[in-house]
């Protein structure tokens, strides 16, 4: 079944607040293969961690299953690095829906904002999903 194209301009916030330890950075650097001291400096990929809770709050609302998604591209723009101590939101917004050969290629912008709101990094992704079929 098609994405409905009603939801262009639909925000999905994620679940809860995210603190950035050095164990959690450290955690994701190691995972990622990131190179250097990684309890030192802040991946650029690492708001992917909170940017991907905000887009399971929209696949869930709109009971799109992940398995359906393929993650097509992904950008990052920083206003500033994240540092350590940083407590962030996310909020995705599906920014547009188009349909191509039975696909669906929906483009999101999640905004990642400190804890006095002031927007740090927004995250660009584009993802393709297949409204499926006969197995």
């Known amino acids: 079944m098609p994405v409905d194209p009603s939801l262009v301009g639909r ?3 994620a679940p809860a607040p995210l603190t950035v330890t050095p164990e959690r950075v450290s955690a994701f650097a190691a995972a990622v293969g990131h190179p250097g001291d990684a309890g030192s400096a802040v991946p650029p990929t690492f708001p992917i961690v909170l940017a991907f809770d905000a887009m399971q709050a929209f696949l869930d609302a709109e009971q799109i299953d992940l398995h359906r998604i393929v993650h097509g591209e992904q950008r990052f723009a ?9 407590e962030l939101t996310a909020t995705l917004t599906v920014t547009g829906l188009r349909q191509i050969g039975g696909a669906d290629i929906i483009a ?10 002031a927007v740090v990094c ?3 992704a584009t993802l393709v999903h297949s409204a499926g079929g006969a197995a």
Request: charged share 25%.
């Open 78 to 86: 920083y206003v500033r690095p994240l540092v350590p101590g940083d």
């Open 11 to 13: 925000e999905f916030p």
């Open 108 to 117: 999101t912008s999640s905004e990642i904002a400190d804890a006095t709101g």
């Open 122 to 124: 927004t995250g660009r």
